[in-house]
């Protein structure tokens, strides 16, 4: 029997992924990896590991999870080193712990390698501390997926009266309604939000304003980003750093603010 290994990838920088995490990719024996991992990773894999792509886009997966947790269950039956990757955190919105459930249920030795989520990494690029002891002092990571229709009312007050500083994982296409939701249920108009594509990577592009102005000044904007919703937007103004760093360093950047 094999064993599988649950690794975070990091949120697209490469080299934001743990030493651990390398080392096990070092070690493959079957890499099933994910759309958001930086494929520079797998350069880093033995020339005869078998690399398998599972990627998931909006509205289209390559391999449906059933299928996944199967290759997963095969090919550590067959004695391998199998390395999950996946971007961000394997825990964080990642499905780790559907798969973890899985592998647990059948035998199969695992192991979670835990990584630098989206969450924190693009804010942190875009120069967004999602605390501040003068700003926020706590932040929730949330599903931009449309909540159930029976509780919808709950939970749109829950976020729109809550935590200070909200991160909103693939919430693009819902952002208009994300945006009248908490205007509707108690947010400020005027509270600050930014979208961050692509962050930590050379084309990172942050956008900001306010609920009531965003979709306009982030029109374009796609996925992969994500959404911050606070008044810690407010500092990027005066900490931003990558950007400066990438126009130093001479490759690409985008800048869009207000």
Same mark, same amino acid.
């Given at each position: ?6 690794? /975070?990838?990091?949120? @697209?920088?490469?080299?934001? !992924? ?29 020339? =005869?590991a078998r690399r ?23 090919? =550590?039956?067959?004695?391998?080193? +199998?390395?999950?990757?996946?971007? /961000?955190?394997?825990? !964080?919105?990642?499905?780790?712990? #559907? ?8 035998? !199969? =030795?695992? #192991? ?8 924190? =990494?693009a804010p942190a690029?875009? /120069? ?10 706590? %932040?929730?990571? %949330? ?36 945006? #009248? ?22 084309d990172q592009q942050?956008?900001? @304003? ?6 306009? *000044?982030?029109? $374009? ?10 008044? +810690?937007?407010?500092?990027?103004? *005066? ?15 985008? !800048?869009?603010? $207000?």
């Amino acid at each position: 029997m094999g064993k599988v290994y649950l690794v /975070g990838a990091g949120p @697209g920088d490469p080299e934001l !992924i743990t030493v651990k995490g390398l080392k096990l990719i070092q070690q493959a024996d079957v890499i099933l990896y994910d759309r958001l991992v930086n494929e520079e990773l797998l350069s880093y894999a033995p020339k =005869a590991a078998r690399r398998i792509y599972c990627g998931k886009r909006p509205d289209h997966h390559s391999l449906k999870q059933e299928e996944i947790n199967g290759l997963l269950c095969e090919f =550590a039956k067959k004695g391998n080193v +199998v390395i999950r990757l996946k971007g /961000g955190d394997p825990f !964080i919105f990642g499905r780790g712990g #559907e798969e973890a459930e899985v592998l647990a249920k059948n035998g !199969i =030795a695992f #192991e979670v390698v835990p990584g630098i989520t989206a969450g924190s =990494a693009a804010p942190a690029y875009a /120069g967004i501390p999602l605390t501040h002891r003068n700003y926020s002092s706590s %932040v929730a990571f %949330v599903s931009g997926v449309k909540p159930l229709e029976s509780n919808a009312d709950e939970y749109w007050k829950h976020l729109a009266l809550g935590p200070e500083t909200l991160c909103i994982y693939m919430g693009v296409k819902n952002l208009p309604d994300i945006c #009248e939701n908490l205007i509707r249920y108690g947010r400020s108009p005027k509270t600050p939000a930014g979208l961050i594509h692509c962050g930590t990577t050379e084309d990172q592009q942050t956008v900001t @304003g306010t609920l009531d102005n965003i979709l306009e *000044k982030a029109a $374009g904007i796609e996925n992969p980003a994500m959404i911050v919703i606070g008044d +810690v937007v407010l500092l990027r103004e *005066k900490i931003q750093w990558y950007e400066h760093m990438v126009i130093q360093d001479s490759f690409p950047a985008k !800048i869009v603010s $207000g």
